[in-house]
């Protein structure tokens, strides 16, 4: 059985008087904020050596909190009746579009409400080749990233599907918002990626389990008046939180993505910092998906006409100010 996993967080000034059970959900959105809340009644979050019991409790700035998040018990995973864009499916395999917020597959404080719940119910048939809870998941999209994934309906299929991606035959795209000017037209980011040392909830480049990651970019726009960069970006691997780790180790977090590094004072207008606050998740979209079917061989290349609300509104107001 797995142990219980300890994190440690220390308060930053942006969360100064916050509930207890809104800074958890917010630096470490894995988890539900009322799965905090239930973990902060159960005596899971301390300071120092002292139980924080109460989710309403106001967190001050230094503070150092430590969550014990036990091991999680066996999920009952019922299908659900959840709205689900479909862009191409057979027997085999379907491509789908995950919206932001959605979390990938059940876990303690997730159990309902996620694609995989999402996906029992649109398909007669799912590959529970890994188990219910992650049926049909080949790869994943962070809770707060949206765009297409490629989802397996038959056991041949996932297991074909995860050579693909093992061997990085799957040509992924995105774009991004990131703050600063970005100065190369065209770059490669090339710094491994693992757990982080200094903050275990965080992926991070110095590691001792690091992997080698490479991320390459395009410039697409620059808004220097809001001290903004829209960037087209191919994944030539796939750890976790790649592209926000890169961008961030390369001085270009991505807008709202607080868990790393973005801050609202780094915008230049007062504009910029309106659309942020519309922005309810980090400025990134998977948008285009491309592989070879592993039983037929046909080309698959599906991209998205449109970004997700509001990201696309975002982008038409900051192109009309001057």
Do not use: N
């Given at each position: 059985m797995r142990e219980s996993e300890i994190l440690e967080f220390e308060v930053d000034k942006e969360f100064e008087g916050k509930r207890l059970d809104q800074f958890l959900a917010s630096v470490y959105p894995e988890y539900s904020r009322s799965y905090y809340q239930k973990l902060i009644k159960e005596g899971n979050v301390l300071e120092k050596e002292k139980n924080l019991k109460k989710p309403s409790f106001k967190v001050k700035s230094g503070q150092k909190i430590t969550l014990?998040?036990?091991p999680p018990k066996p999920l009952e995973v019922i299908p659900e009746n959840i709205p689900l864009k479909v862009f191409y499916e057979d027997e085999d395999l379907a491509v789908i579009y995950k919206p932001p917020h959605m979390v990938v597959h059940p876990s303690p404080g997730h159990t309902s409400g996620t694609l995989v719940n999402a996906l029992l119910y649109h398909f007669k048939n799912v590959s529970q080749f890994q188990g219910k809870e992650r049926a049909g998941i080949v790869h994943r999209l962070d809770k707060e990233t949206a765009g297409l994934m490629v989802v397996a309906k038959s056991e041949f299929a996932h297991k074909e599907l995860q050579k693909l991606f093992q061997e990085r035959k799957v040509n992924k795209k995105y774009k991004a918002i990131?703050?600063?000017?970005?100065?190369?037209?065209h770059g490669f980011i090339?710094?491994?990626?693992?757990?982080?040392?200094y903050n275990r909830q965080k992926m991070g480049t110095v590691s001792t389990n690091a992997r080698d990651a490479l991320t390459e970019y395009w410039v697409e726009k620059r808004w220097e008046k809001h001290n903004l960069t829209l960037v087209d970006i191919k994944l030539h691997t796939g750890?976790?939180?790649?592209?926000?780790v890169h961008f961030s180790e390369l001085g270009h977090p991505l807008l709202n993505d607080k868990v790393y590094g973005f801050k609202k004072s780094q915008l230049e207008s007062e504009v910029a910092k309106e659309l942020s606050d519309k922005l309810d998740y980090h400025a990134l979209v998977a948008y285009r998906l491309a592989f070879n079917h592993p039983r037929t061989g046909e080309k698959i290349d599906i991209s998205l006409e449109n970004l997700p609300e509001p990201l696309e509104e975002i982008i038409k107001i900051l192109n009309k100010e001057k």
């Open positions: 014990i998040i036990p990131v703050v600063g000017l970005v100065k190369k037209e090339d710094f491994p990626i693992g757990r982080s040392i750890r976790t939180h790649q592209i926000r």
